[in-house]
């Protein structure tokens, strides 16, 4: 066994700060010879569960630890905000000693993870989570180092007589560092001193970053793409994973230090529970037993479902509940149609189904799916083998814009400790590496762009690959040495984990508060994120529940509230009926735009070929379209037109293999053969097709000796037998999930046919999706005009944020379609338009917020033919711009708080009043002027921020004479007020003109 162990070590997961691989730290602790290794990343423990386990496999034992930032508790709410020259803090790295300890970090890490700008925790915080948790104080980075080496020994005594205050003296170790720095040569006696002096043990370790010391600089580089050229580095290049006889170089003089570390690795015992099955709770009433009111609510959602519900119906639910029971997921599926209840209950869409949950008659009672799996014959035991126990993965479907309101009610109603997204990392790709690093090694930008542009974009593309693949890299590379530096460094980034994120769907619902074994940070709404990944937190027995957003619902619902605003018409797009000739005549045509999974040209000439006439149709088009199945796809034509007789393996097989007019396209398909030729059950069944796609020779001969053992019991001679397996063997990577396939199958005809039989409302919501994606939305507006629906141009008192169907045979484009035309615009639009029409350029300049609308997005209005019911017909583009700066001066001249009096229809006729007194005040006087004055009278208030509100309706007649000016003048007078007429047009441009001239 080795003499030291290390303790203190930043894995790629202290972000942005490490540069270790955990599968390099674990093979360099086998290849030193250490018995343990610890990870300690900075207030976080997002390797945690990854580390631990691949030590477990390399027979290493895990220290689970952080380092963590401490600061005091009269600081905490400005260290919480971050600024620079806050308050000093401390770090410690603080190592569980047993599954306690590892509760405790994650409690201390969740609660430094809700200050989102500086992660930290207070003293007090410790003390709470102390127990069975070993700290090592004074490292390199703690107050106490950094203070002793200035010589500030009474203050650096007093952060580590905080740490006697509160923790335990046999779990306080004093962190020794040597990394050849000034700093830690200057404090290092004074800290040594101190531990001697209060009987303090003392461990040795090295602040690893990263694996050797040529890695350096690539952690220099990794610490400053976010941070730049000011970001903290590390002083020297000795963080590396230093090996044991380098570590007894540096402690030569202090032995105990590292016979210590092995102290504290024999006494880390932490035993994660991974393999344990971790299922919600339902909150039953009156803590009635969950699988009692599954079997009540799976009952009456039978009588629900079906008109008539048949023996088989009975059967199949009785034996579906037997085995959920058996199993113990009656709570999980009780869970999964509560919140499918609630999205229902306030008009949230959820898709029919999606993977082999559509198979379970349960789920369908529940409606949780929407296939019915009798009439689609969808085997339960894809779903659930009672045969080999796999956890049940219920996805669900949501509409895409309010798919958080249901993830927002689970944590209401299980609570926020017990309910959790699921945390993910972004990674640093191969083109960002090299942009990154390129940037932080202040290369050539056009240098550090053509390299990048050499990697190919395609997804999944290393620098490896692309080095192989593309000749002009090797070649830039070998001439040119700041390319090599740039891409060795970026060799280097690649892959490594570069910030947090949150998993598209993933959610957790624990049955015990998530913090006994996960750690939380805030995510950006609130809702807790998981520190660890999915694997990381199924691997400790949570179930991840995939809340999926699917924008083809939006696209549903937009298209059915379209046309109850047309026509007044509700349709229910669930309910559409699946037999539609104008739908399967249109998919035969291959007019797919827009409709789920049937958009790709390849798909729409398999179902030119295929015209499809029934659901089971759109089954095998999903099924067969992907590599490998699709090779079988002229048979498959070929046999349903006629055109080639339908072959069966086997007389027997016709049952299974008529739909598909003998063709194998199915995994159920596969089940179903060896269950009817072999004797095989379902479980059996499936546990075969599961062994077989593996293709291992092993595998492949022990199944073959069982399959033809048992289709002999049945009869059938062993040349039959080998034939159908060899079958099964082709077919097993072919085959696809019929229950996923039903459940897309019916999406894909449902958006068929609303697209079949409502074309223009379709094609209006389907546009307003594409707005962000102008050469998508180009497609769809050269459809409709090829289906002989009108596009119209944008218009501000007609058109909507997005597009809408006006007619059979008219879509109006959408405000936001227009290019510097954004969402507040928009809004401000709406707003005023609501109030009364837009009559002039003028009176929208004067009514709409110029501050969220501004002058770019008005004249984009104007290029975009938004604006042209205020032009003369055929306007010019000059002569437009000219009317819009026009309306401009006009509202310039009403931007100050006033009255404006128009007499009669003539705009000469008008006078403005600016007036900083009360308008209402000074509207009484002038209506003592005007009440005996004949002509017509319009009088409007402005308060200054081009907002108006008509006052008086025309009640008046004046004439507009000079004693009337006169008059008003006088009552001008009174107040801080001037009187002046409003510029037409016509003496705006004379003015222009002359202004010219001057200049000239």
């Given at each position: 066994?080795?003499?030291?162990?290390?303790?203190?070590?930043?894995?790629a997961?202290?972000l942005r700060?490490?540069?270790?691989r955990?599968?390099?730290?674990?093979?360099?602790?086998?290849?030193?010879?250490?018995?343990?290794?610890?990870?300690?990343?900075?207030?976080?423990?997002?390797?945690?569960?990854?580390?631990?386990?691949?030590?477990?496999e390399?027979?290493?034992k895990?220290i689970?630890g952080?380092?963590?930032?401490?600061?005091?508790?009269?600081?905490?709410?400005?260290?919480?905000?971050?600024?620079?020259?806050?308050?000093?803090v401390?770090?410690?790295?603080?190592?569980?000693?047993?599954?306690?300890?590892?509760?405790?970090?994650?409690?201390l890490?969740?609660?430094?993870?809700?200050?989102?700008?500086?992660?930290?925790?207070?003293?007090?915080?410790?003390?709470?989570?102390?127990?069975d948790?070993?700290?090592?104080?004074?490292?390199g980075?703690?107050?106490?180092?950094?203070?002793?080496?200035?010589?500030?020994?009474?203050?650096?005594?007093?952060?580590?007589?905080?740490?006697?205050?509160?923790?335990?003296?046999?779990?306080?170790?004093?962190?020794?560092?040597d990394?050849?720095?000034?700093?830690?040569?200057?404090?290092?006696?004074?800290?040594?001193?101190?531990?001697?002096?209060?009987?303090?043990?003392?461990?040795?370790?090295?602040?690893?970053?990263?694996?050797?010391?040529d890695?350096?600089?690539?952690?220099?580089?990794?610490?400053?793409?976010?941070?730049?050229?000011?970001?903290a580095?590390?002083q020297?290049?000795r963080?590396?994973?230093?090996?044991?006889?380098?570590?007894?170089?540096r402690?030569s003089?202090?032995p105990?230090?590292?016979?210590?570390?092995?102290?504290?690795?024999d006494?880390?015992n932490?035993?994660?529970?991974?393999?344990?099955?971790?299922?919600?709770?339902?909150?039953t009433?009156?803590?009635?037993?969950?699988?009692?009111?599954?079997?009540?609510?799976?009952r009456?959602?039978?009588?629900?479902r079906?008109e008539?519900?048949?023996?088989?119906v009975?059967?199949?639910?009785?034996?579906e509940?037997?085995?959920?029971?058996?199993?113990?997921?009656?709570?999980?599926?009780?869970v999964?149609?509560?919140?499918?209840?609630?999205?229902?209950?306030?008009a949230?869409?959820?898709?029919?189904?999606?993977?082999?949950?559509a198979?379970s008659?349960?789920?369908?009672?529940?409606r949780i799916?929407?296939?019915?799996?009798?009439?689609?014959r969808?085997?339960?035991?894809?779903?659930?083998?009672?045969?080999?126990?796999?956890?049940?993965?219920?996805d669900?479907d949501?509409?895409?814009?309010?798919?958080g309101e249901?993830?927002?009610?689970v944590?209401e109603?299980?609570?926020?400790?017990?309910?959790a997204?699921?945390?993910?990392?972004?990674?640093?790709?191969?083109?960002?590496?090299i942009?990154?690093?390129?940037?932080?090694?202040?290369?050539?930008?056009?240098?550090?762009?053509?390299?990048?542009?050499?990697?190919?974009g395609h997804?999944?593309?290393?620098?490896?690959?692309a080095?192989?693949?593309?000749?002009?890299?090797?070649?830039?590379?070998?001439?040119?040495?700041?390319?090599?530096?740039?891409?060795?460094?970026?060799?280097?980034?690649?892959?490594?984990?570069?910030h947090?994120?949150?998993?598209?769907?993933?959610?957790?619902?624990?049955p015990?508060?998530?913090?006994?074994?996960?750690?939380?940070?805030?995510g950006?709404?609130?809702?807790?994120v998981?520190?660890?990944?999915?694997?990381?937190?199924?691997?400790?027995?949570?179930?991840?529940?995939?809340?999926?957003g699917?924008?083809?619902?939006?696209?549903?619902?937009?298209?059915?509230?379209?046309?109850?605003?047309?026509?007044?018409?509700?349709?229910?797009?669930?309910k559409?009926?699946d037999n539609?000739?104008a739908?399967?005549?249109?998919?035969?045509r291959?007019?797919?735009d827009?409709?789920?999974?049937?958009?790709?040209?390849g798909v729409?000439?398999?179902?030119?070929?295929?015209?499809?006439?029934?659901?089971?149709?759109?089954?095998?088009?999903?099924?067969l379209?992907?590599?490998?199945?699709?090779?079988?796809?002229?048979?498959?034509?070929?046999?349903?037109?006629?055109?080639?007789?339908?072959?069966?393996?086997?007389?027997?097989?016709?049952?299974i293999?008529?739909?598909?007019?003998?063709?194998?396209?199915?995994?159920?398909?596969?089940?179903?053969?060896?269950?009817?030729?072999?004797?095989?059950?379902?479980?059996?069944?499936?546990?075969?097709?599961r062994?077989?796609?593996?293709?291992k020779?092993?595998?492949?001969?022990?199944?073959?000796?069982?399959?033809?053992?048992g289709?002999?019991?049945?009869?059938?001679?062993?040349?039959?037998a080998n034939?159908?397996?060899?079958?099964?063997?082709?077919f097993?990577?072919?085959?696809?999930?019929r229950?996923?396939?039903?459940?897309y199958?019916?999406?894909?005809?449902?958006?068929?046919?609303?697209r079949?039989?409502?074309?223009?409302d379709?094609?209006?919501?389907?546009?307003?999706?594409?707005?962000?994606?102008?050469?998508?939305?180009?497609?769809?507006?050269?459809?409709?005009?090829r289906?002989?629906?009108s596009?119209?141009?944008?218009?501000?008192?007609?058109?909507?944020a997005?597009?809408?169907?006006?007619s059979?045979?008219?879509?109006?484009a959408?405000?936001?379609?227009?290019?510097?035309?954004?969402?507040?615009?928009?809004?401000a639009?709406?707003?005023?338009r609501t109030?009364?029409p837009?009559?002039?350029?003028?009176?929208?300049?004067?009514?709409?917020?110029?501050?969220?609308?501004?002058r770019?997005?008005?004249?984009?209005l104007?290029?975009?033919?938004?604006?042209?019911r205020?032009?003369?017909?055929?306007?010019?583009?000059d002569v437009?711009?000219?009317a819009?700066?026009?309306a401009y001066v006009?509202?310039?001249?009403?931007?100050?708080?006033g009255?404006a009096?128009t007499?009669?229809?003539?705009?000469?006729?008008?006078l403005?009043?600016r007036?900083?007194?009360?308008?209402?005040?000074?509207?009484?006087?002038?209506?003592?002027?005007?009440a005996?004055?004949p002509g017509s009278?319009r009088?409007?208030?402005?308060?200054?921020?081009?907002?108006?509100g008509?006052?008086?309706?025309?009640?008046?007649?004046?004439?507009?004479?000079?004693?009337?000016?006169?008059?008003l003048?006088?009552?001008v007078g009174?107040?801080?007020?001037?009187?002046g007429?409003?510029?037409?047009?016509?003496?705006?441009a004379?003015s222009?003109?002359?202004?010219?001239?001057?200049?000239?």
């Amino acid at each position: 066994m080795s003499s030291f162990v290390h303790l203190h070590v930043h894995t790629a997961y202290s972000l942005r700060q490490g540069a270790l691989r955990i599968d390099d730290c674990i093979d360099a602790a086998v290849r030193f010879g250490m018995s343990a290794v610890a990870i300690t990343d900075t207030n976080a423990l997002y390797g945690a569960v990854a580390f631990y386990r691949k030590a477990k496999e390399a027979g290493i034992k895990p220290i689970l630890g952080v380092q963590l930032t401490v600061g005091k508790r009269q600081d905490a709410a400005v260290l919480a905000e971050g600024r620079p020259g806050a308050p000093r803090v401390d770090t410690a790295v603080l190592l569980a000693e047993s599954l306690a300890g590892y509760r405790n970090l994650v409690q201390l890490v969740t609660t430094a993870q809700t200050r989102e700008r500086r992660p930290f925790v207070t003293f007090e915080e410790l003390a709470a989570y102390k127990d069975d948790v070993i700290a090592l104080v004074g490292g390199g980075e703690s107050a106490a180092l950094q203070l002793f080496s200035a010589g500030i020994n009474a203050e650096a005594a007093s952060w580590l007589q905080a740490w006697q205050q509160i923790w335990p003296s046999t779990h306080l170790f004093v962190d020794v560092q040597d990394h050849h720095v000034t700093a830690q040569r200057q404090g290092l006696p004074a800290l040594v001193r101190y531990a001697r002096e209060h009987q303090l043990p003392l461990v040795a370790s090295n602040d690893v970053h990263y694996l050797t010391r040529d890695d350096a600089q690539v952690q220099q580089v990794l610490a400053q793409i976010e941070s730049g050229p000011s970001g903290a580095l590390l002083q020297g290049d000795r963080y590396e994973f230093a090996s044991v006889e380098e570590m007894e170089r540096r402690f030569s003089k202090l032995p105990e230090a590292l016979k210590n570390t092995l102290v504290v690795a024999d006494r880390c015992n932490v035993e994660l529970p991974l393999g344990q099955l971790l299922l919600p709770k339902y909150p039953t009433k009156d803590g009635e037993d969950a699988a009692v009111v599954l079997r009540r609510a799976a009952r009456e959602g039978v009588r629900q479902r079906y008109e008539q519900v048949t023996g088989e119906v009975t059967e199949r639910l009785e034996y579906e509940l037997g085995v959920i029971e058996r199993l113990g997921f009656a709570d999980y599926f009780l869970v999964v149609a509560d919140f499918i209840r609630f999205a229902h209950k306030n008009a949230i869409s959820t898709g029919p189904g999606r993977g082999s949950a559509a198979g379970s008659l349960v789920a369908y009672a529940l409606r949780i799916t929407d296939v019915d799996p009798i009439k689609n014959r969808l085997l339960f035991e894809r779903f659930l083998n009672p045969e080999r126990v796999t956890w049940p993965d219920i996805d669900t479907d949501f509409e895409y814009e309010r798919r958080g309101e249901v993830i927002r009610y689970v944590v209401e109603r299980y609570g926020r400790s017990h309910v959790a997204q699921i945390g993910t990392f972004g990674t640093l790709a191969a083109r960002a590496a090299i942009r990154d690093a390129g940037r932080v090694l202040q290369t050539d930008p056009k240098l550090v762009d053509r390299l990048a542009k050499l990697i190919p974009g395609h997804p999944g593309v290393t620098l490896q690959s692309a080095l192989a693949q593309v000749s002009e890299i090797g070649d830039l590379l070998r001439s040119n040495q700041h390319a090599k530096a740039v891409w060795d460094a970026a060799v280097a980034l690649e892959g490594l984990p570069r910030h947090t994120s949150i998993h598209a769907a993933g959610v957790v619902i624990s049955p015990v508060p998530l913090a006994e074994l996960v750690p939380v940070q805030p995510g950006a709404d609130g809702t807790p994120v998981t520190q660890f990944a999915m694997a990381d937190v199924e691997a400790l027995g949570l179930m991840k529940m995939d809340f999926l957003g699917l924008r083809t619902l939006t696209l549903m619902d937009a298209c059915v509230d379209s046309l109850a605003r047309r026509t007044g018409k509700k349709l229910d797009w669930r309910k559409v009926p699946d037999n539609d000739a104008a739908t399967f005549a249109m998919l035969s045509r291959g007019e797919t735009d827009g409709c789920f999974q049937l958009e790709s040209a390849g798909v729409r000439r398999v179902l030119r070929d295929l015209r499809p006439n029934s659901l089971e149709d759109m089954l095998a088009v999903i099924s067969l379209y992907r590599p490998g199945p699709m090779e079988n796809i002229p048979a498959f034509i070929a046999a349903k037109h006629g055109r080639t007789p339908i072959r069966y393996p086997h007389p027997d097989l016709e049952p299974i293999l008529r739909d598909t007019y003998g063709v194998v396209v199915y995994q159920e398909q596969i089940m179903q053969i060896a269950a009817r030729m072999a004797g095989f059950s379902l479980g059996q069944a499936d546990l075969l097709r599961r062994a077989v796609s593996k293709k291992k020779r092993e595998v492949l001969d022990a199944q073959r000796a069982r399959f033809v053992t048992g289709a002999a019991a049945k009869g059938y001679t062993d040349e039959t037998a080998n034939e159908v397996y060899d079958l099964i063997v082709r077919f097993a990577d072919y085959g696809f999930n019929r229950c996923h396939a039903a459940a897309y199958a019916v999406l894909a005809y449902r958006t068929a046919y609303l697209r079949a039989n409502h074309l223009p409302d379709f094609l209006a919501a389907l546009l307003t999706m594409t707005m962000a994606a102008p050469d998508k939305a180009a497609t769809y507006v050269r459809d409709a005009k090829r289906h002989g629906v009108s596009v119209l141009p944008p218009c501000v008192a007609e058109s909507q944020a997005g597009y809408t169907a006006e007619s059979e045979s008219a879509i109006r484009a959408g405000l936001l379609s227009v290019r510097n035309v954004g969402r507040g615009a928009v809004e401000a639009i709406l707003e005023a338009r609501t109030q009364s029409p837009f009559t002039s350029l003028t009176d929208f300049l004067s009514r709409v917020n110029a501050r969220v609308c501004n002058r770019k997005a008005v004249e984009s209005l104007l290029a975009a033919g938004a604006l042209a019911r205020f032009l003369p017909d055929g306007a010019s583009a000059d002569v437009a711009l000219q009317a819009l700066n026009q309306a401009y001066v006009a509202v310039d001249q009403q931007s100050q708080p006033g009255l404006a009096l128009t007499f009669g229809d003539e705009p000469d006729a008008s006078l403005f009043i600016r007036c900083d007194t009360d308008n209402h005040v000074l509207l009484e006087v002038i209506q003592s002027v005007l009440a005996t004055s004949p002509g017509s009278i319009r009088v409007t208030l402005y308060d200054g921020q081009r907002r108006r509100g008509r006052l008086l309706e025309p009640k008046w007649s004046v004439d507009v004479t000079p004693e009337l000016v006169a008059s008003l003048e006088e009552v001008v007078g009174l107040g801080n007020a001037r009187l002046g007429r409003i510029p037409t047009a016509r003496a705006r441009a004379a003015s222009r003109r002359k202004d010219a001239k001057g200049v000239k």
